[in-house]
């Protein structure tokens, strides 16, 4: 199965083919899905350190800016609008509702949130999960909701998380935690969460 998983990922990597398979099959991680994204993906341009969950959808790539430092969680990027064909038929017209969506550096996308066509999300900004973005986003600030609305700068927010986690008993850890992630730190980290949130009664 290694083999098998190998070759489709060589393949995938070298030609640009196999996309969904390599997907489905490997399932990269969202650094690598975003790097591959990058050279295959056909977007309008990529920049360095993105990471792309698998559950992404982007409709129209080719009018897609992404930044550095960006991540997209399972959210739709839409570069068009098909009911066209409604307004179209209604009219009697020929007309088109496309437009290009740039995401700039630093940014968040959050789960289960769209970013609708014509939208530009300026620098070091967060897209909240399950927002509804019509409209550009200012740097610097948070938005949420349908439609999307300002909710705080992201000073604020980070103030806010900051004052939570010194109530935190696993804060220590994550202060001597280097990067986003260390595999051999996480088995505590989650006991510790786990007793935390549901007390010792609460594990199975």
């Not at 650094?31 to 992404?56: A, L, M, P, T, Y």
């Not at 999960?129 to 986003?137: E, H, I, L, M, N």
């Not at 939570?164 to 994550?174: A, E, K, N, T």
């Amino acid at each position: 199965m290694k083999i098998f998983h190998g070759l489709i990922k060589k393949i995938a990597w070298r030609t640009g083919r196999l996309q969904g398979l390599y997907r489905r099959v490997c399932e990269p991680g969202g650094s690598e899905w975003g790097s591959f994204q990058k050279k295959w993906g056909k977007f309008h341009s990529i920049g360095d350190d993105v990471n792309i969950v698998r559950g992404c959808v982007v409709t129209d790539p080719a009018y897609t800016k992404i930044g550095n430092h960006v991540t997209l969680s399972c959210c739709v990027l839409l570069g068009h609008d098909g009911s066209i064909d409604v307004l179209n038929r209604i009219s009697g017209k020929r007309l088109d509702n496309v437009g290009k969506i740039e995401i700039k550096d630093n940014c968040f996308i959050g789960h289960g949130s769209i970013v609708m066509p014509r939208v530009t999300i300026g620098p070091n900004s967060i897209v909240a999960a399950g927002a509804v973005v019509t409209k550009d986003v200012p740097p610097d600030t948070v938005v949420g909701g349908n439609p999307a609305r300002f909710i705080c700068t992201i000073q604020e927010l980070a103030e806010r998380v900051e004052t939570r986690c010194d109530g935190y008993p696993w804060i220590d850890l994550i202060r001597q935690r280097e990067g986003a992630f260390d595999p051999a730190m996480e088995p505590e980290l989650v006991r510790r969460r786990i007793n935390y949130f549901f007390g010792d009664a609460g594990r199975k």
